[in-house]
């Protein structure tokens, strides 16, 4: 039967499961006697199976099957439960997670699982876990195997292959997976490419060679390299890139790869209960644990859907426009009301792109734990806050950065069990990820109970690379030093490691944020922990904004960085340091000059005594821009000024305002800075 109407379903579905059995397992570690835990991870994993039998794809089938197996013995107090055996299970649904990713990029899910089997049916046996497989039997067991991720070969390129055989030069498959925080992950593909360029010829890769320079993938990408050299050197070679997690390489088979794509065209034996309750639950529009209320959509189709609303608010402003020129009732009477239902609209599609900040948390419990492991330190990350929603935009970018914090936290915060005894503290220490709404923000903080920020030291660093000068340490308030850390090329550790202090600072953590119109703000006691907070703006697409006025230009200055406005005489306006200055409220406030800035030529006579000031606020600096005159407040679509205008300054898009003219979208943070 054609299982291709329920893919969507089954790779939907098992990820879910997937997230199950990693959560689960994390528990299991602390409390391995908790009955509801075995039996939860039970059920995903014979749902897993009975899906993935159900769909054709062996592989996933027979390996849940075994982790079924393991869980039915732990039920029966057949087996104990031990740190290897979690290490080996973690194992297992790291390969049951690659196969379903493969899955997702179009291919059969198929991959070589033989070494894990083994280690299950010895947990199974009751064994002790068999060592690392020698090197000629992974040999042997390679050549054996076939291309496992990439879709399909043209007859070109098996021809190639075929002659490549022929005349004594290595057909191999490679799979290469990129660490889940690497930051550039098409440079360190590039690099791959540029090594293996050098030792042979790359055939084919999967996702495409443009996929991949646009980081169109996720962490592993495949290829097929012909190459005299042997496997070992390569894949040596290969791993001297950095932030490079695994390499895996196979022996390809011409022969083989023919033999297994016409099996492939032909469904296997299914398990006919799981059969049914797939079709089930496609043809209601259920997924399991949801209720009939709910349905899956396409993140796409709501990304089309928020486009042409986007549009509807530019036309929404045009008609409010006109109606306020003509001044006829029911035209304004009309616009009124549209406003209100399409600002009603808006509510109900912004929320429909709003997704649980769970999804980029659910995955730090994991990394945790192996970082703590490798670093000999007890970690507890404590989550809170994790069914907090964000657009879908800012949950796409937010995850490198925490990844980042959270990393610095484990190894440059939490001190060793030793240490923290030492200091009077628990062996074990905490960090706490917690997130929560605050108005039209989100924040995000990541505290620990670690060493803290030395200052002293932090100080006498920013000396070193020149980022202060002796002069200006006294006017620095605790905050402001603890923020020098994010300065570029800052860095306190002693010494590089693989956690932190990779080249890649603090730096690019806040510019990642502050792309995204958030900001991120420091505080910390020595010994006695830091907290990082970050706050971000719900939505990216339609913000609010003051529209403001230089000479007969029209500028957006983003209402959430705005504080007041005001207009003020010019004998309030004070020089210091050769720059103008007003008092507001108490404190020293430098000023701005938008039409300075932005070189806008002055055709007005305006020889009023009076300006007109925007005070805007990022962190605990202030500024007023000085413009001609307030416009008034306004909704606005937020657009990109594309890939050639990415470094005009202190402007962060543009917006099509209803009479069809363009404002530019002012970005505060940079003109503070």
């Not at 291309?147 to 399909?152: D, G, H, K, M, N």
């Not at 964000?390 to 980042?404: K, N, Q, Y």
């Not at 983003?558 to 020089?575: C, F, G, N, R, W």
Request: overall charge negative.
């Amino acid at each position: 039967m054609d299982t291709a109407q329920y893919m969507d379903v089954f790779i939907d579905e098992s990820t879910e499961h997937l997230e199950v059995l990693y959560k689960k397992l994390l528990d299991l570690e602390k409390n391995p006697n908790e009955k509801s835990i075995i039996d939860e991870i039970f059920r995903a994993a014979h749902t897993l199976k009975g899906m993935s039998a159900t769909m054709g794809f062996q592989d996933i089938a027979n390996l849940t099957h075994k982790l079924e197996n393991i869980f039915d013995g732990i039920r029966y107090e057949k087996i104990a439960v031990n740190p290897n055996m979690i290490d080996t299970l973690f194992e297992t649904v790291d390969s049951l997670n690659a196969m379903v990713e493969n899955i997702s990029n179009g291919s059969n899910g198929a991959r070589e699982v033989g070494p894990i089997s083994a280690k299950l049916e010895a947990i199974e046996n009751g064994d002790s876990l068999p060592p690392a497989v020698a090197t000629t039997e992974v040999e042997e067991q390679v050549i054996s195997s076939n291309l496992q991720t990439i879709p399909s070969l043209d007859e070109f390129e098996l021809s190639i292959l075929n002659e490549s055989s022929e005349r004594g030069f290595s057909n191999y498959e490679i799979t290469v997976t990129l660490r889940e925080d690497c930051l550039l992950k098409g440079a360190r593909v590039f690099m791959v490419f540029e090594v293996l360029e050098k030792i042979g010829e790359v055939i084919r890769s999967e996702p495409s060679v443009s996929d991949l320079e646009e980081e169109n993938f996720d962490v592993s990408f495949s290829l097929i390299l012909v190459s005299e050299q042997p496997e070992a050197e390569i894949k040596e070679k290969i791993l001297k890139v950095s932030e490079i997690e695994q390499v895996s390489i196979n022996h390809f088979s011409v022969a083989k790869f023919i033999e297994n794509k016409q099996q492939k065209e032909t469904v296997p034996a299914v398990e006919q209960s799981e059969l049914k309750q797939v079709e089930k639950e496609k043809q209601t529009g259920k997924a399991t644990n949801s209720t009939s209320k709910t349905i899956r959509v396409n993140i796409d189709r709501l990304d089309v859907l928020m486009n042409l609303f986007e549009e509807l608010v530019i036309d929404r402003g045009r008609l409010e426009q006109i109606a306020g020129e003509l001044q006829h009732h029911d035209l304004q009477e009309t616009v009124e009301r549209m406003s209100r239902v399409s600002g009603n609209l808006q509510n109900i599609i912004l929320t429909m792109r709003m997704v649980p900040i769970d999804q980029v948390f659910s995955r730090f419990p994991r990394m945790i734990r192996n970082l703590a492991r490798e670093l000999q330190k007890d970690i507890e990350l404590e989550i809170i806050g994790a069914d907090t929603e964000l657009d879908r935009t800012v949950i796409d970018e937010i995850g490198d950065p925490l990844v980042h914090l959270l990393r610095n936290a484990i190894d440059h915060g939490i001190e060793t069990p030793q240490v923290r005894r030492e200091k009077g503290k628990p062996e074990q220490g905490t960090i706490k990820l917690e997130a929560y709404h605050s108005g039209n923000h989100v924040f995000i903080e990541i505290s620990d109970d670690g060493a803290g920020i030395n200052k002293e030291k932090v100080l006498s660093k920013a000396l070193t690379n020149g980022i202060i000068t002796e002069s200006e340490i006294d006017t620095l308030t605790d905050q402001q030093i603890y923020e020098l850390i994010m300065s570029s090329g800052f860095s306190t550790a002693e010494k590089i490691s693989d956690i932190s202090g990779r080249g890649v600072g603090l730096d690019v953590v806040k510019n990642t944020i502050e792309s995204l119109g958030g900001s991120i703000s420091i505080d910390s006691s020595l010994n006695e922990g830091s907290i990082f907070s970050i706050q971000l703006p719900l939505t990216l697409s339609i913000i609010s904004v003051l529209l403001v006025e230089l000479d007969n230009e029209k500028y957006a200055i983003p209402l959430s960085s705005i504080i007041e406005t005001a207009i003020m005489h010019k004998d309030q306006i004070l020089s210091a340091h050769n720059k103008h200055v007003i008092d507001f409220r108490g404190e020293v406030v430098p000023l701005a000059y938008l039409k300075d800035i932005f070189s806008v030529l002055d055709s007005s006579q305006n020889n009023s005594d009076y300006v007109s000031v925007v005070i805007v606020k990022k962190g605990d600096k202030m500024a007023g821009l000085v413009v001609d005159s307030f416009i008034g407040q306004q909704e606005v679509v937020l657009k990109s000024l594309g890939n050639y205008l990415t470094n005009a300054f202190a402007i962060s898009g543009a917006t099509i305002l209803g009479d069809g003219e363009v404002a530019l979208i002012i970005d505060s943070n940079a003109l503070i800075k």
